[in-house]
């Protein structure tokens, strides 16, 4: 009888303690799960915020220059990581780009000028020690955006006289910052729009505007 006892007193031990690692399995998968999904709650809550702007930039270079769209998506990242390299603004970039070679990768002009932003390899040859193909676009993007980082240190940080420096006349200068404004209106839509202080009523007439399409920047930068 008592050895009886003694087996059922250890049959329910066993299944307690049987039972007790089913929940803590069920619980860690539980708190896996949601820490799944709180992962993918905040991936969603917090996008790339370049993302919809390299995705309209690509899209109007490929309406306005007829550039393909894969090379546009392209262009778009070596421009915002040169850009960033150099501390320059992009919308600065793609005006010069815009302006020297409507974004043809193999253009060519006077005095051997080449490439996306024009670069002179006669006038900059040390700058191309490493460079094995100036119309690669990589390679031309960043030899013309160190140029002209040069052109605004040397100026103390004068952009308009760097870009005179650049092109070769204040009218060229002004050319390229009145293209400049328009690329911000794609890269920036809502930068010239001040947000009110909590509880500030917004003036009327001033609330921001939604972000201009491809079809819009194209018509203003058409005007120029």
């Not at 031990?13 to 803590?24: C, W």
């Not at 905040?42 to 894969?70: C, H």
């Amino acid at each position: 009888m008592r050895r009886l006892l003694c087996l059922i007193v250890l049959s329910l031990g066993l299944a307690q303690q049987a039972f007790a690692q089913q929940n803590d399995g069920s619980i860690d998968n539980s708190n896996s799960t949601n820490t799944n999904n709180s992962t993918s709650i905040n991936a969603t809550a917090n996008p790339n915020t370049g993302t919809s702007n390299d995705m309209r930039i690509a899209t109007y270079l490929t309406q306005k220059f007829g550039v393909a769209k894969e090379k546009a998506a392209q262009l778009a990242d070596i421009v915002n990581v040169t850009a960033t390299k150099y501390a320059l603004p992009p919308a600065m970039v793609y005006a010069i780009i815009s302006i020297e070679s409507r974004f043809k990768e193999k253009a060519h002009g006077a005095g051997g000028a080449t490439g996306l932003m024009q670069v002179v390899p006669g006038a900059h040859r040390g700058l191309l020690r490493n460079v094995k193909d100036l119309t690669e676009p990589t390679a031309n993007v960043d030899v013309g955006s160190k140029i002209l980082s040069g052109y605004v240190k040397s100026a103390g940080g004068d952009m308009s006289a760097a870009l005179k420096s650049y092109g070769g006349s204040h009218a060229y200068a002004q050319k390229v910052m009145d293209r400049v404004e328009a690329f911000k209106h794609l890269l920036e839509p809502r930068s010239a729009m001040a947000a009110p202080a909590p509880g500030e009523l917004t003036p009327v007439g001033t609330q921001a505007m939604p972000a201009p399409t491809p079809a819009q920047a194209s018509s203003t930068l058409s005007t120029q």
